[in-house]
């Protein structure tokens, strides 16, 4: 996984969305323990912030460095830099501890980046049995209202010459996501909810900039936030300065030991 998006890290960490307490409280409900959490492609710790309310130790590791200086602090979470592409068990072991050491594995909106092989084998060896948890979700198209809804569902549809392979599991809400775990007792395989941020137009904006497919079109000379669709954005928006609900639907896949 190499570092993808340390050069957007402060837009990011201003306009992203944290995951869901729901989630949060159902993932808590599930773990046997809350002694040690590890969030692996923390970014800017969104994650493992809302993890820390719950758990006595967070580990929160990523590639990018300027993404990691931009995570909020918190007594119990270690945020801890590794390198890119799949880690041996002896490195991850030095930044996360010894076989059976977790009580939880989670990965915001990252996973499908990862060498999945790889993490699993650590997810399998590293999990406190029986009773250990990992989960991983994403976020999908931001929903607004109908007009505007309408210019991102264009510019996603103008977008996908640009998608990465891995990205795709996104776009198909981790339904076809490789994920060797059964779920609890219960629970469906693919999980839905949903998270909302307030934000202005700029807010919303920038959160479109955020995207790295945005940025791969643009290397290759194809602008999906031209002028065009930016004016059709502002007219669907309304007002500059009012601030409207974003709703972000969460798509999870939870697995224990």
């Excluded at 993490?119 to 209202?145: I, M, Q």
């Amino acid at each position: 996984m190499d570092d993808l998006f340390g050069s957007r890290a402060k837009l990011y960490s201003l306009t992203r969305p944290s995951p869901p307490m729901e989630l949060f409280e159902l993932l808590v409900s599930l773990c046997e323990n809350r002694r040690r959490a590890w969030d692996v492609g923390t970014g800017n710790g969104q994650a493992a912030v809302g993890l820390a309310e719950f758990f006595e130790e967070v580990i929160a590791t990523d590639v990018s460095e300027k993404q990691l200086l931009c995570a909020a602090e918190r007594p119990n979470v270690s945020y801890k830099l590794t390198g890119c592409g799949p880690l041996s068990d002896e490195e991850v072991a030095s930044v996360v501890g010894h076989e059976g050491s977790l009580d939880l594995v989670t990965a915001s909106q990252a996973v499908h980046w990862f060498h999945l092989t790889s993490f699993y084998d650590h997810v399998r060896r590293l999990l406190r049995k029986p009773g250990g948890v990992v989960a991983v979700w994403c976020y999908t198209a931001p929903e607004v209202n109908a007009a505007t809804d309408a210019v991102v569902a264009q510019m996603e549809e103008k977008s996908l010459p640009y998608w990465d392979k891995e990205a795709l599991y996104v776009r198909e809400r981790y339904r076809t996501l490789p994920f060797p775990f059964d779920p609890p007792p219960g629970l469906p395989a693919v999980m839905h909810m949903s998270v909302s941020k307030e934000a202005s137009l700029e807010g919303f904006l920038g959160f479109l900039e955020s995207w790295s497919t945005l940025q791969r079109a643009r290397s290759a000379g194809v602008e999906l936030l031209d002028d065009n669709a930016t004016q059709a954005l502002r007219s669907a928006w309304g007002s500059p300065y009012l601030n409207r609900t974003i709703s972000f639907p969460v798509h999870v896949r939870i697995g224990q030991i």
